[in-house]
């Protein structure tokens, strides 16, 4: 049991890595499978199998059903991935992220032919309660890719919300949180400017380290 309990309504700074710190794609199909079990797992309703929705999709079956979460920034490197998320039901992120990480696990498993864990445990979670620590976590996580040196032969495993955020093209990003965000920031410009500011002070303190040395957080205060 986690130390803090998640509670509903608030936001959180959720993330995880590969075990070992090892990459969780192989290839471009691996992340595109991710992807999908973002958008599929992320409802009350019980989901089984992707390709069962997949199947029902193509007969004109009913939408999905209420989120469990709602989905702020995110950020997808080639071995970790970093979260803003904000709960709506009661266990809405635990139950989301379970699915997440223990589908695509065993999806990944049976597709390279390996077994055992994919991830480094459950997920890591932090509660977003002041402002100020806030709005640094929303520019680290919506860019967290530019606080990576990334090798070029996997920049292609790389995904985040900036672009939907600078597109007004939400995909995975919840709308109505986008809409929220892009108010108190002023736009996309202003959010942009933002998070780039941010990214600019985390890189300013640490440099770019790569992917296989330790992710430090940026500070609460």
């Avoid at 004109?60 to 709960?87: D, M």
């Avoid at 997440?100 to 480094?120: A, C, D, E, V």
């Avoid at 920049?155 to 900036?162: P, Q």
């Avoid at 990003?173 to 965000?181: D, T």
Wanted: one cysteine or more.
């Amino acid at each position: 049991m986690r130390k803090q309990p998640i509670v509903t309504g608030e936001y959180y700074h959720i993330y995880n890595r590969g075990v070992d710190k090892r990459d969780i794609f192989g290839d471009k199909k691996d992340l595109d499978r991710f992807i999908e079990s973002i958008i599929y797992f992320n409802q009350i309703e019980t989901v089984t199998s992707i390709e069962n929705v997949r199947k029902s999709n193509q007969i004109g079956a009913k939408p999905l059903s209420e989120p469990q979460v709602a989905i702020v920034v995110y950020s997808i490197n080639p071995n970790h991935f970093h979260f803003v998320l904000k709960q709506l039901v009661d266990g809405g992120i635990s139950d989301f992220m379970k699915k997440l990480q223990g589908g695509y696990t065993s999806f990944f498993n049976i597709k390279h032919s390996r077994t055992g864990s994919l991830f480094q445990g459950t997920f890591k979670s932090h509660h977003l309660g002041s402002d100020n620590y806030f709005d640094k976590i929303l520019g680290y996580v919506n860019k967290n890719y530019q606080v990576h040196t990334i090798p070029k032969n996997k920049i292609h495993f790389v995904l985040a919300s900036d672009q939907e955020y600078e597109n007004n093209n939400f995909k995975i990003v919840s709308k109505k949180e986008a809409k929220n965000f892009l108010e108190i920031f002023n736009g996309n410009k202003g959010f942009k400017k933002h998070c780039d500011e941010m990214i600019y002070m985390i890189r300013k303190e640490r440099g770019k380290p790569n992917l296989l040395q330790d992710d430090n957080l940026p500070d609460r205060g």
